[in-house]
T-cell receptor, first 112, second 111 residues
Framework: DGGITQSPKYLFRKEGQNVTLSCEQNLNHDAMYWYRQDPGQGLRLIYY???????QKGDIAEGYSVSREKKESFPLTVTSAQKNPTAFYLC???????????FGEGSWLTVV | GEDVEQSLFLSVREGDSSVINCTYTDSSSTYLYWYKQEPGAGLQLLTYIFSNMDMKQDQRLTVLLNKKDKHLSLRIADTQTGDSAIYFC???????????FGTGTRLLVSP
């Protein structure tokens, strides 16, 4: 199947730990995105990448890091510096010349 | 900067039409999108409209764009209980190709 795969679906993190959320796409899209969604709220952009080996900060990048070593993959690391990481994280991808941006099914991160 | 606003809640009866409204600020937006989110799930792309169009119809969905007022609407004809979800409006900026989202409108369809 073609699409965007996020893993894990549910993740629990202890205080002070870094965790990495995986996002893989087989749509041959150049651009990839990470968004954060808090309960009852809209989506806020964390990081985005328009091409391999390049990425830009979004509106709420503090406490997060990303890499884009391969076109298909855009992992997000939630570091211990992120003060309130409990949220729903959504990965998306889109062609830079196309009209459509598709989302994965999301990952729930809870700090325990 | 960009800003997208939506009303928070809409309640309709099954079989009625639903109209969800959105306003945006970035006049350079190229595409405007509607996404649907069911509980605990990702966002499903419903439809999109290019900024030089006024209307787009796709089965039960009709998108209307008023560029002068920067107003976008999504009409769902013959609304069903399965349409109950949160609907997000988003604009895509020309410079960075990213999406800016509204806060979402929760649609509740009652039998």
């Amino acid at each position: 199947d073609g699409g965007i795969t996020q893993s894990p679906k549910y993740l629990f993190r202890k205080e002070g730990q870094n965790v990495t959320l995986s996002c893989e796409q087989n749509l041959n899209h150049d651009a990839m995105y990470w968004y954060r969604q808090d309960p009852g709220q809209g989506l806020r952009l964390i990081y985005y990448s328009q091409i391999v080996n390049d990425f830009q900060k979004g509106d709420i990048a503090e406490g997060y890091s990303v890499s884009r070593e391969k076109k298909e993959s855009f992992p997000l690391t939630v570091t211990s510096a992120q003060k309130n990481p409990t949220a729903f994280y959504l990965c998306a991808s889109g062609g830079t010349q196309s009209n459509t941006i598709y989302f994965g099914e999301g990952s729930w991160l809870t700090v325990v | 900067g960009e800003d997208v606003e939506q009303s928070l809640f809409l309640s309709v009866r099954e079989g009625d039409s639903s109209v969800i409204n959105c306003t945006y600020t970035d006049s350079s937006s190229t595409y405007l999108y509607w996404y649907k989110q069911e509980p605990g799930a990702g966002l499903q792309l419903l439809t999109y409209i290019f900024s030089n169009m006024d209307m787009k119809q796709d089965q039960r969905l009709t998108v209307l764009l008023n560029k002068k007022d920067k107003h976008l609407s999504l009409r769902i004809a013959d609304t069903q209980t399965g349409d109950s979800a949160i609907y997000f409006c988003a604009e895509r900026d020309t410079g960075f190709q990213k999406l800016v989202f509204g806060t979402g409108t929760r649609l509740l369809v009652s039998p």
